[in-house]
């Protein structure tokens, strides 16, 4: 596991962008694995700034999100997939026939997630999968439980994801579910690139880094991955 501390979410996003932006340019059909969440919102905007200046094109680029909440379709605004469209796909030349999700809608959520591992390694796997770290070391909505999971599955979301995400809800109260893709669609990608800004996230980073492997800290089998990069603002690096 590769760490770098840096001054500010500013500088990691220009890092991370670069290396997602640099994929792309050697493999215009790379498969790149996106999270939503507050942490990669500065590097999708380096993103988009890239693909202005005509520098990428995201046009044959397949994605696969982690995660998304139960009973949300993609035309409701608290959707992940609305993030998505609100902070990357809607401002580059993303082509939404290559965006997979796993479906919010309770009609479809079972079929998407037994498709969801197959899909990807129909897609030839991820190359490049980007994640943030939740206050209570989860990865995509993988919470804190007694084993690592495998492929996407449904979750009940623990009090302290509520209440950390429950802000960003507009209109409506946040579920108590979500889908997520398992901590083995996760390990399976070639490379994992994870963000974790402020002071809130030290403990959960601290464990992920030095703790032991446990899902009890889902974030910790990182370190049994050989091509990671964790990147740190200082106050998220503080305890270590
Ligand atoms: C989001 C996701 C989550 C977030 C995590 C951190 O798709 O999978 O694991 O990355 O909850 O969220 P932020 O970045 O909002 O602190």
Redesign the pocket.
């Known amino acids: 596991m590769e760490v770098r501390i840096m001054e500010n979410a500013f500088e990691i996003s220009k890092e991370v962008s670069s290396i997602l932006i640099n994929k792309v340019k050697e493999n215009p059909h790379a498969v790149l694995g ?8 500065e590097t999708y905007k380096r993103m988009i700034e890239a693909f202005e200046k005509g520098e990428v094109s995201f046009k044959n680029v397949t994605t696969f ?3 998304e909440y139960c009973g949300l379709t993609h035309e409701d605004e608290n959707s ?1 997939y609305w993030f998505m469209k609100e902070n990357l796909f809607g401002k580059v030349d993303i082509d939404y026939e290559k965006v997979n999700f796993l479906s919010g809608d309770e009609a479809k959520s079972e079929k998407s997630c037994r498709e969801y591992s197959e899909k990807i390694s129909q897609a030839g796997g991820i190359d490049i999968q980007l ?5 209570n070391g ?5 919470e804190p439980a007694d084993s690592f999971s495998d492929g996407p599955f449904k979750v009940r979301l623990t009090s302290s ?1 509520i209440s ?2 429950s802000k ?1 809800f507009v209109n409506k109260k946040m579920p108590e579910y979500a889908l ?1 893709m398992g901590i083995g669609d996760i390990m399976r990608a070639r490379r994992i690139v994870l ?4 002071e ?2 030290a403990d959960a980073v601290f464990k992920m880094i030095k703790g032991e492997v446990s899902p009890s800290c889902p974030a910790s089998v990182l370190q049994n991955h050989n091509d990671v990069i964790v990147y740190l603002d200082k106050e998220s690096a503080k305890l270590l």
């Open positions: 996106f999270a939503t969440g507050a942490s990669p919102v999100n982690l995660d992940y994640l943030g770290i939740g206050t989860h990865i995509g909505f993988n994801t950390s995400n960003y997520t963000i974790a800004t402020g809130g996230k």
